[in-house]
């Protein structure tokens, strides 16, 4: 299959998709303050992507489903300890965050979506062409793997700023 056949042959969506992350990984490039509820839309969009994607696999079943599972609990552990590496700040009354400036948003982004791209186009190959059956499931299982801890990574940035938010005790703000 030439490149021209994959670029023509991909979904206008998948395009517009790839624009909508890269202009939000370059934004993460500045750092600056968001709301807590903007903050979710990019985890929502991995997570549904991967979701939506394996369901409508003919070839994906609980072992694509399992691979998801296992990749989002490591993907999520990933997400906690970066965010929490991070110097972000909350304003509880604005409910905002500020996060400083970074490249791992952008390049997390980009290398999913290759990822998941080439994936794409070998599992669409590998069908059209009617390969073994193993080669399909091993796409598939790796689709949902790489989905899975994408979606867990920036799940768990998230849970970690939502986190923040919770009240603080009585007691720790008298010991301050």
Aim: net charge positive.
């Amino acid at each position: 299959m030439s490149v021209n056949e994959i670029v023509s042959g991909t979904p206008v969506w998948v395009w517009a998709l790839l624009a909508f992350l890269v202009s939000r990984g370059l934004k993460a490039l500045n750092g600056g303050t968001a709301p807590l509820a903007k903050l979710a839309i990019v985890p929502a969009v991995f997570a549904a992507w991967g979701i939506v994607h394996l369901s409508h696999e003919p070839a994906a079943g609980w072992g694509a489903a399992c691979a998801w599972i296992a990749g989002a609990a490591g993907g999520l552990a990933i997400g906690v300890a970066l965010a929490r590496s991070s110097a972000m700040t909350i304003d509880r009354e604005q409910r905002t965050v500020t996060l400083p400036g970074s490249a791992a948003p952008l390049i997390l982004i980009l290398l999913t979506f290759a990822s998941k791209f080439w994936l794409g186009v070998e599992l669409a190959t590998a069908t059209a062409t009617a390969t073994s059956a193993d080669a399909v499931s091993t796409y598939v299982l790796l689709d949902g793997l790489v989905s899975g801890i994408v979606a867990g990574i920036f799940a768990g940035r998230f849970l970690t700023y939502w986190l923040a938010f919770r009240p603080v005790p009585a007691a720790a703000i008298g010991q301050q």
